[in-house]
């Protein structure tokens, strides 16, 4: 069966995103479409919103971040169907939800917004257990942000022991 994505060439473009609000989230505003390293690319999204994030009071940001991060999996269900791709890889919502989850635990400073991204980034390739396993066998938009979301508590929680330390 021809999926959509094969009806594009395989390729989308800016102007595929913009007919396509969903998408257009999805694919981090853009960010997505990077050749080379979507899910990098996507996570300096989450670093730019991050800092645009960091006077809120730590309630409004959990909010913020739990309501990005409940909307994230219609949002990543949807853009899949559309593609008809299980968490195409220009998909980056999750990894900017993941990222200011990551953020979350962490203190201020440009060192932390640096090992946030370094940290997360690591867990979210690697998938270590148990977000191997999430990242199998928990399919559609909640697959895709929960493997995400797993990744960002282990390396903020790591992270966060770590600048107890420092």
């Known amino acids: ?31 997505g479409l990077s050749p080379k390293a979507p899910g990098t690319v996507g996570t300096v999204v989450g670093v730019i919103l991050f800092l645009l994030m960091k006077d809120l009071t730590m309630l409004q940001y959990s909010v913020t971040v739990l309501v990005m991060a409940l909307i994230g999996i219609p949002i990543c269900s949807a853009a899949s169907n559309y593609l008809g791709v299980h968490d195409h ?66 390396a903020g929680g790591g992270l966060w022991l770590l600048s107890l330390n420092v």
């Not at 959509?4 to 981090?28: C, Y």
Request: aromatic share 12%.
């Open 1 to 31: 069966a021809m999926t959509t994505l094969d009806k594009l060439g395989g390729q989308l473009s800016f102007a595929d995103l913009l007919k396509r609000p969903v998408l257009l989230l999805a694919f981090g505003f853009g960010s």
């Open 89 to 154: 890889g220009g998909i980056v919502w999750d990894e900017i939800v993941g990222y200011l989850i990551t953020m979350a635990f962490l203190p201020s400073g440009m060192v932390w917004i640096l090992a946030g991204f370094i940290g997360f980034r690591l867990f979210d390739i690697l998938k270590p257990w148990p977000i191997c396993v999430l990242d199998q066998r928990v399919s559609g938009g909640l697959g895709i942000m929960l493997d995400d979301i797993v990744a960002a508590m282990i």
